[in-house]
Each structure stands twice: as structure tokens, then as C-alpha cells.
């Protein structure tokens, strides 16, 4: 079977780097995946993380790299602290998560490390884990690598965090952003098809789309919302987040954060659409309070 992290294109970037040699990519991982942190995380939507918590696993390196970045700590490791681990652990990890309680397994930002990640989705699940695994990712992500997910991922949560190639190339050199996210979020939606609530008024299956407000970004959440609920509706939940905070390298503009008026007036956007399946982040929940104890 061909190893793609030989010749890596699992992302828009396609470097093509052999990680299986010692070379890194965009993304600066290695082939193996690097895990951060693993715990129960209380700070995700109510449909996720429920009163006993998402069962996350925190993956080192992001092959979008935004210069705001609230995860800057890990998302542009190796940190040094990270620990490798194979399929077999992860799966592992995945099964003590769900021994510990936890209403779900939440794997944030394991696209680069996707075929390994997938065999260890496969292998837990071979193993008795029940509770459904959500992916958590950045949102610039290709069809071809969400297929390795295909059949074992029951709830994405992908980030939609630009409209204008004008942001998105300042923000994350990805001009492409918007029309790789759309497809992206398309292929995810094909395999999971509309939300399904259990009884419990947990998230079973479905997507979650977030949008970031970044300050002076209002006429580009406008576009996001827009494209959104008359592609999907209701069939999906809609995130906004208002927890932007400024990193240590912002400057100019991204120094900012985005004011309350904005986040309250792109809340009312929202819901003058009609959309009821919508998530709208308290203004006060922005700070590092939000950010895990990543292992720097
Ligand atoms: S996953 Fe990393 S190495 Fe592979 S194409 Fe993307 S950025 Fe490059």
C-alpha cells in the first residue's frame, strides 16, 4: 500500500516532502503523529462537550498556519514536548477517554497526520469504543485526504474562517481558502448528512461549522454566514465565536479585538437568516482562559 506521507499531498499545500525521511513540510511534521495533550475538555459547544467532556486529543503542527493563531504554541511545533505515538496508542488513548466518561472523542487538527490517525479511528472502533469521534480541523483541508475518514468520523467541526482571498492570503498565504473549505465542507456533509441529537441532547452525528470574528473581518463573516445558511440551513449547527484574542506576534489591525458591537450585530445576522441551529459565543469568553495548558 503507498505511504502518503512519502511523497505528501495531504493537503492543499502538497508539499511532497518525505516525511518518512527525516523531511518536513509546510506543516513541519514528521510522519509519525505528535500528540500534545489528551483530556477531558469542558470549552467546546454544549452538543459536544456536554457536563462530563470531550475526550480531546490534541495534535502538534496546522498545515494552514494563521498568523493569529490561538493554538500558536503547538500548531507550529514540534514543540519538543510532544509525544509520538502509533495507531495502536491513539486507539488506546481514545478507549481510556471513554472509560473516563467522556461523550465523545474530539481529534483537533489531525489532517496532516490523516492515514494514521484513520487507522486508529478503525482500530478503536474494532476494539468496542461507541461513543461517536468527531474531527476538529482547520477547514482548508482536500476531498481526497477527508475520504481516509470516510465511514469512521461521526460529527466534523470544521473552521470556515474566511471569505475574501484578500484575508486569507494576508492571514494564512492561502488564497485558495474559501473554495478548498466549501469543498471540503461538502464532502464532510456527504458523509455525515444532516445533524442527528440523542436523547441525551448530545451531537450523535453532523457537522459544526465555526467561524472566528477577527477584528475589521465584518463584511467577510457576513459573506461566511450567507454562504452557509442558503447552502445548509438548519441541517447544520453554525458556531460563531467571539474569542479572539490577540497573540504575541499580532500587529496592525489583529492587534485589535473585534469589538462587541460587530460580534452582537453578525449574532443578529445570523439569526435574522432563520438559522436555529446556531452557537453564539459569549463576548465576555474571549482571554487565554479559553486556551488549553498545552505542553510548551
Ligand atoms: S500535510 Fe504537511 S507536508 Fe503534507 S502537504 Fe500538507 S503541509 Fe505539506
Redesign the pocket.
Known amino acids: 500500500m503507498e505511504n502518503q506521507f512519502e511523497n ?4 492543499p ?5 518525505d ?1 518518512t525521511a527525516g523531511k ?4 513541519r ?1 514528521p510522519g509519525e503523529p505528535l500528540v500534545n495533550l489528551i483530556k477531558l475538555h469542558y470549552g467546546e459547544e454544549p452538543v459536544i462537550s456536554g457536563n462530563k467532556g470531550s475526550g480531546t486529543v490534541f495534535f502538534e503542527g496546522c ?1 494552514l498556519g494563521c498568523i493569529f493563531c490561538q493554538n500558536y504554541m503547538i500548531s507550529r511545533g514540534p514543540t519538543g514536548r510532544g509525544k509520538k505515538m502509533d495507531a495502536d496508542e491513539l486507539a488506546q488513548a481514545y478507549l481510556s477517554l471513554e472509560e473516563s466518561g467522556a461523550h465523545n472523542i474530539n481529534l483537533v487538527t489531525p ?2 497526520f490523516a492515514p494514521v490517525v484513520a487507522n486508529s479511528i478503525e482500530k478503536a472502533k474494532l476494539s468496542g469504543l461507541k461513543i461517536p469521534v468527531a474531527v476538529n480541523c482547520s477547514g482548508y483541508d482536500l476531498v481526497s485526504t477527508l475520504k481516509l475518514f470516510d465511514g469512521l468520523v461521526d460529527i466534523y467541526m470544521p473552521d470556515m474562517k474566511y471569505f475574501s482571498s484578500k484575508f486569507s492570503s494576508a492571514y494564512s498565504n492561502a488564497p485558495d481558502y474559501f473554495s478548498v473549505c466549501c469543498s471540503a465542507v461538502d464532502e464532510m456533509f456527504r458523509q455525515t448528512g444532516s445533524i442527528v441529537m440523542g436523547e441525551d441532547g448530545l451531537l450523535k452525528r453532523g457537522i459544526i461549522v465555526r467561524h472566528l470574528i477577527l477584528p475589521g473581518g465584518l463584511f467577510d463573516s457576513k459573506h461566511i454566514i450567507d454562504y452557509l445558511t442558503s447552502r445548509y440551513g438548519n441541517k447544520i449547527f453554525i458556531s460563531l465565536m467571539s474569542q479572539y484574542t490577540p497573540m504575541p506576534s499580532c500587529t496592525g489591525r489583529l492587534a485589535e479585538k473585534p469589538s462587541k458591537r460587530s460580534c452582537e450585530s453578525l449574532s443578529d445576522y445570523l439569526a435574522s437568516k432563520g438559522q436555529t441551529n446556531a452557537f453564539i459565543q459569549e463576548y465576555e469568553s474571549s482571554g487565554n482562559e479559553m486556551i488549553p495548558d498545552f505542553l510548551t
Open positions: 505528501c499531498n495531504l493537503c499545500r502538497r508539499c511532497g516532502a516525511r518536513t513540510g509546510f506543516c511534521m498545515s489532517m496532516h
